[in-house]
C-alpha cells in the first residue's frame, strides 16, 4: 500500500513538469492553430534566463521568474510580431518556419552561452525532502505542483473569466465574424503567442534545477509536450490535464515495474492507438460546427 | 537534364568510384605524400555541435594543447604537426563520411577522435579499409580487437578490478545497477556482474534508461524501497546530471547509499554543481587532483590555453597523452617512411610520462597500460583520491570473455 501510494505521488509529480510544459504549447496550438515547433526552445531560454541571472545578476531562481516570463513572452510576441503573422494562411510553413527558428535558437544560445551543461541551484528553502503520510518526497518537486496547478487555474481564467479570454474565443471560432464585431484579432494572436512563450520560459526555468540546461534540451520536452496535447485534446485545456496526470501516472508506473526504456515505449504505443480511434483526442472542446 | 534515376545511380557510381580509386593512385607514388614538405597531417575528429558537443568540445581542445606544445617545442624531428579538424556533429554517419575525408582527401597519417562507441563503431569500417590508424582516448566497453585503433582509454578491468572489491568492503554486498540503454553500460555490467559473483555479492536490481532520459523519480523510488549498499552507475551524458540533481533533491544519503560510476568525471561534475555531486565515487585512471609534476603542467597549460574555468578530466587527458605517444612513435621513423603502418608498429611498447603517471602501449592489443584510481567527489567540483593502485594494470579488452584473446595477429579463440 505504501509503495503504491508513494508511486501514484511520484506520477502526480511526472503529470505536473509534463504540463507545465505542455500548457504554453496547448494554448498556442489550441487558440491560434500554430504547431509551434519552436516551444522546446522556448523552455530552453527560460533554463538559460534562469542560469543567466543567477550567474551574471546573483539573481536566485524564484524572485527571477517574473522576469523570465516576461522576458520569454516579449521574445514569443516579437517572433508571431515579425514572422508567423505572415504565415497564417499557410500552416504547413508555419511548421517549418517555427522549426527553424529553433534551430536557429538552439546555435544562438551555444555560441553565446557554450556548449557546456549549465545548471540552475535548487532554492535552499526547498532542497530537502518532506514527507506526506510516511512517503518522502522532494519539496521541490512539490513546489512544482503547485506552480504547475496555479497557472492552469490563472490561464483557465484568463480564458474563461476575463475580456480577453471572451475575445480570444471569439477569433478561435470565427475569426472574421470576431473582427467584424470590432475585435482587434491580430493583437490578440500576438498576445496568445507571447503569453504561450511565456508560460514555456517559465516551465524551463522551473524544471531547470531537477534536470540539465544545455543547448539541445529543448528537443527531449517539445515531444512530451506534444504527447500530452494531442493526446488531451487539441482545443481543450481540461484535457491536456487530465492527459498529463494519466501520462505521468502511466509512466511511473510502468517506470517502477519495469523500467524507463519499456515505459517510454508502451507510452507512446497507447497513443498511438488512442489517436488511432479517437484522432480529436481524449476531450473535445464544443464548437459548433 | 532531367535527373532519372539511372542516371543518378550511374553518376552516384562513377563519383563513388573516383572516390575509392583516388588514395591508390597515390600512394602508388611514394610514400613522402604522407609527410609532404616536412608537414605531417593528423585528422581531429571531435564533435563540435551536436548531443556529445558537451564533452568532445574538450577532446578537442586536449587534443590541439598538445599539437601546439609539440610543433612550439620543434615539431617530430623538424617537422610540423598539421591538424586538420572537422566536426562530425555527433552523428555516427557524419563520422563515417568525415573520416573517409581526412583519410582519402586529405591524407592524414592519423586521426584523433571519438568519444562515444556508436561513433568509433561506425569509423572502425573506414580506417580498416583505408588500413589509417584511429586514435582512441575514451575509456570503452572493451571487446575490441582491432588493428587500426590504438585504445588509450581505459577498458572495464582497469576501471573495475580494484574498485568493486573496495566498493564491497566499504559499503556491503547489495548492488542496484543503473545504465544508459546501449552497448556500454551492458557490457559494464556484464563484467561488474562477474566481479560480484565471485566476491558473493547480490544484484538486487539492473535497469537501463533511454538516452537523454532525465526524469529519474521511479528510479530513486526503487533505491527507496530496496536500499542497496552501492548503486553502480553507467548512465552517461545530460541524465547523469539529472540522477544526481534528482537524487540530492530526493533527500537520499550518499553516504548510506553511494553512487559509484565509472563515467562522473570533473566535466560532469562541473554541468551538475558540486553539492549534487558531492559524496559520489568515480574510478578513473586520471583525476585533475592528481599530484605529479607531469599533471600540474597539463592542467596549467590547459587552462592558460583554453580559460580558467575549464576542467581536465580522465578523457581529455588521455587525448592529450595520446597526441605525445604518437610524437613519440613517429620520431622513431625515417622521414620518408612515416606511414600508418609504420606508426602502428612504432607505438607498439612505447612509453611515457603521463599526466596520471607512466604509460606504455601494450604490443599485443594496442590498448594502454593504466594506473586505476577510485576518488570521492567534493562540493568544490574536484575530486579526493582515496585509493591509488599501486602498479599499472594490464588492459584486459576481453575480460569478460575468458575464452578469447586480443593478440598481435587479431583475436584469437582459447580453447578452453
Partial sequence: ?289 | MKLTRRRFLQASAAGGAFLIGTPHIWSKNSDLAWAAGGDIKVGVLFSLTGTTAIIEESLNKATILAIEEINAAGGINGMKIVPVIEDPASDPATFAEKARKLVAGDKCVSVFGSYTSASRKAVLPVVEKQNNLYWYPTLYEGRECSKNVVYTGAVPNQQQDEFIPWLIKNFGKKFSMIGSNYIYPKEENNYCRKLLAKYGAEVVNEEYVPLGHSEFSSVINKFRQQQPNVIFSTVVGDSVVALHRQYKAAGLDPAKMPMASLTTSENEIAAMGGEAAAGHFTSAPYFEVYKSPENEKFVAAYKKRWGADKVTHFVSEACYFQTYMFKQAVEKIGKGDITPNTIREAVKGVEMIAPQGKVRLDRENLHTWLWPKIAQAKSNGQFEIIVQANDWLKPDPYAAYPTQVCTEKGLVEKKS
Fill in chain 1, 1 to 289: 500500500m505504501h509503495s503504491v501510494f508513494e508511486q501514484v505521488l511520484t506520477g502526480l509529480s511526472i503529470g505536473s513538469i509534463l504540463l507545465l510544459v505542455a500548457l504554453g504549447l496547448s494554448i498556442i496550438y489550441g487558440t491560434i492553430g500554430v504547431i509551434n515547433l519552436a516551444h522546446g526552445e522556448f523552455i530552453m531560454l527560460g533554463a538559460y534566463a534562469a542560469w543567466a541571472l543567477k550567474t551574471f545578476a546573483g539573481l536566485s531562481l524564484l524572485p527571477g521568474l517574473v522576469l523570465i516570463f516576461l522576458g520569454v513572452g516579449l521574445f514569443g510576441w516579437l517572433v508571431e510580431r515579425i514572422m508567423l503573422r505572415r504565415l497564417y494562411q499557410r500552416p504547413l510553413d508555419t511548421i517549418l518556419a517555427t522549426w527553424g527558428i529553433g534551430v536557429v535558437l538552439q546555435q544562438v544560445v551555444r555560441l553565446i552561452a557554450g556548449g557546456d551543461l549549465r545548471y540552475v541551484e535548487l532554492p535552499p528553502s526547498m532542497a530537502g525532502s518532506v514527507s506526506i503520510l510516511g512517503v518522502e518526497i522532494a519539496a521541490y518537486r512539490i513546489f512544482i505542483f503547485v506552480i504547475a496547478a496555479l497557472l492552469f487555474l490563472i490561464t483557465w481564467s484568463i480564458m474563461n473569466r476575463t475580456t480577453f479570454g471572451l475575445k480570444l474565443r471569439a477569433v478561435v471560432q470565427d475569426h472574421n465574424v470576431a473582427s467584424c464585431f470590432g475585435i482587434n484579432a491580430d493583437q490578440i494572436h500576438s498576445l496568445t503567442f507571447a503569453y504561450g512563450a511565456g508560460l514555456a520560459g517559465l516551465a524551463g526555468a522551473i524544471v531547470s534545477p531537477l534536470k540539465s540546461v544545455s543547448p539541445e534540451m529543448g528537443t527531449g520536452y517539445v515531444v512530451d509536450a506534444f504527447m500530452v496535447v494531442v493526446l488531451g485534446g487539441v482545443q481543450s485545456l481540461v484535457g491536456t490535464v487530465i492527459s498529463a496526470f494519466a501520462l505521468g501516472e502511466v509512466t511511473g508506473m510502468i517506470a517502477f515495474l519495469q523500467n524507463d526504456t519499456i515505459a517510454k515505449a508502451i507510452v507512446l504505443i497507447l497513443i498511438i492507438s488512442v489517436i488511432r480511434f479517437r484522432p480529436q483526442g481524449l476531450f473535445v472542446a464544443k464548437v459548433r460546427a
